[in-house]
């Protein structure tokens, strides 16, 4: 799948951070993009809207990350329960690091992220789809 034809949702608490990352994520062509300003709204989101790729802050309230990707591993529907997630966080501590490891995600991102970077990312996870 190609970055234009990609469905990618944005969680994250931070507004500035939000516009930060949409902003990015339309620079480098995404066709669509979808926000959410917490894991609540972000599963209510993801089991809607089932984007291809997720990217999720991890402290946020009143779900945070790693919480969002729990629940969202859980749900029944296997398109759902597999989608990527690349969290993204300030904190680069090993202790987050070994925390979301056994969660299934897909990669990490130190925030703010740097836009090639990102790309490859989001791109190495598209060409599984």
């Known amino acids: 799948m190609k970055l234009g034809e990609a469905k990618v949702m944005v969680i994250d608490d931070d507004p500035v951070m939000t516009s930060y990352v949409v902003n990015m994520l339309k620079r480098m062509g995404v066709g669509q993009i979808m926000e959410a300003g917490n894991g609540v709204t972000g599963l ?4 809607s809207a089932k984007p291809n790729v997720i990217l999720s802050d991890i402290h946020m309230s009143p779900m945070n990350g790693f919480d969002f990707v729990r629940n969202l591993r859980k749900h029944p529907v296997t398109e ?4 990527p997630v690349l969290m993204m966080s300030a904190d680069d501590s090993s202790d987050k690091l070994n ?3 056994p969660l299934g995600i897909a990669g990490y991102i130190v925030k703010p992220p740097n836009i090639s970077m990102l790309k490859v990312k989001i791109e190495h996870l598209l060409k599984f789809l």
């Open 80 to 83: 759902i329960r597999k989608t």
């Open 44 to 47: 209510a989101l993801a089991i």
């Open 99 to 101: 925390e979301m490891i």
